[in-house]
């Protein structure tokens, strides 16, 4: 899984890769500036998924370490399901326990 560095990393790396084909494709083949841009937005593309996975990884691990910790507040995950038995029962309001 990425550290939260890495996500930066991964919007310059995907256009930067995609351009660089792109040039040297064009270059080979002749074509002009076409496949260039061409795999600029596959670069584009790909840079933007990455940073949702692993945004979506960190975003997980972080729900998981919260529900380690006693009285922690994140307790739905990021499809909003509950991740605990009492939520489920009333609805995803927390319920009242009397001692």
């Known amino acids: 899984m990425a550290s939260t560095g890495v996500i930066g990393m991964h919007m310059v790396s995907g256009p930067l890769v995609g351009v660089a084909i792109g040039y040297f494709l064009d270059k080979w083949l ?3 500036p076409w496949l260039k841009l061409a ?11 990455n940073v949702y996975v692993d945004t979506k990884g960190l975003v997980d691990k972080m729900n998981r370490d919260a529900l380690k910790r006693p009285g922690s507040v994140l307790k739905i995950s990021p499809e909003g399901e509950p991740q605990n038995k009492d939520e489920s029962e009333d609805g995803g309001k927390q319920s009242e326990r009397r001692p």
């Not at 795999?39 to 998924?49: E, S």
């Open 30 to 32: 002749g074509t002009g």
């Open 39 to 49: 795999f600029l937005v596959i670069g584009i593309g790909a840079g933007f998924l």
